[in-house]
């Protein structure tokens, strides 16, 4: 029972261009989301978050959109550039109890010159 | 200010033995959780620990158990290994139940 789907394994994209990432939840006690980056040999490393009360969250080249009728999320890196190239996680909690991440697979984002 | 480490980096046991896995908690963070990460797949939860208690698990075995210690260091001991145990492992830290910061991990192989 996967929660978490990220539907796209891999991803390219033009350096300079606009990279969205997508992921669909489907537990509706989700209410705090996440955005994780992996470079091979290294832990996630934390990009940016958003709560259920909003919908939109802004945080330099990166920006998180939350569609909660949909159970949908993306992540929207503008411009793109070769060090963005990685593994990229959506994850998702409730915020009562543990706050256990559930994750997504991941999309692996690769930037061309 | 330092992040989170774990130790050992990579591991190597075989089947039926016992491994224990180490993790420093960032500084200032009460609250430590693992994970494990097979190949091509997404981190899973497999349990948090808030001031040296239990504070929730996933869907692991008893054979998957751990400590948080007063400095909030942490350990994960994992009994009578099996080849599916094979997987990167990763701790966690957060100041209470706030955003997780990831260490680097420790990749075991059992064979």
């Known amino acids: 029972d996967q929660q978490v789907k990220q539907n796209s394994p891999s991803l390219s994209v033009q350096e300079g261009r606009i990279s969205i990432l997508n992921c669909d939840y489907t537990n509706s006690m989700f209410d705090y989301f996440l955005w994780y980056k992996k470079y091979p040999a290294e832990g996630p490393t934390f990009l940016i978050s958003?709560?259920?009360?909003?919908d939109k969250n802004e945080d330099g080249r990166f920006t998180v959109f939350l569609n909660k009728s949909a159970k949908h999320l993306s992540l929207h890196i503008v411009p793109s550039q070769p060090g963005d190239s990685a593994v990229y996680f959506c994850?998702?909690?409730?915020?009562?109890?543990?706050?256990?991440?559930?994750f997504g697979q991941g999309t692996r984002l690769t930037i061309n010159p | 200010e330092t992040g989170v480490t774990q130790s050992p980096t990579h591991l190597i046991k075989t089947r039926g033995q016992q491994v224990t896995l180490r993790c420093s908690s960032q500084s200032g963070h009460n609250t430590v959780s693992w994970y494990q990460q097979a190949l091509g797949q997404g981190p899973q939860f497999i349990f948090q620990?808030?001031?040296?208690?239990?504070?929730g698990r996933g869907n692991f075995p008893p054979r998957f158990s751990g400590l948080q210690f007063p400095n909030y260091s942490s350990e994960l001991n994992v009994n009578a290994l099996e080849l599916d145990d094979s997987a990167l492992y990763l701790c966690a830290s957060s100041p209470g139940l706030e955003t997780q910061y990831f260490g680097p991990g420790t990749r075991l192989l059992v064979l």
């Open positions: 958003i709560s259920s009360i909003k």
């Open positions: 620990y808030y001031r040296e208690e239990e504070n």
């Open positions: 994850a998702a909690s409730a915020i009562q109890g543990a706050q256990k991440l559930v």
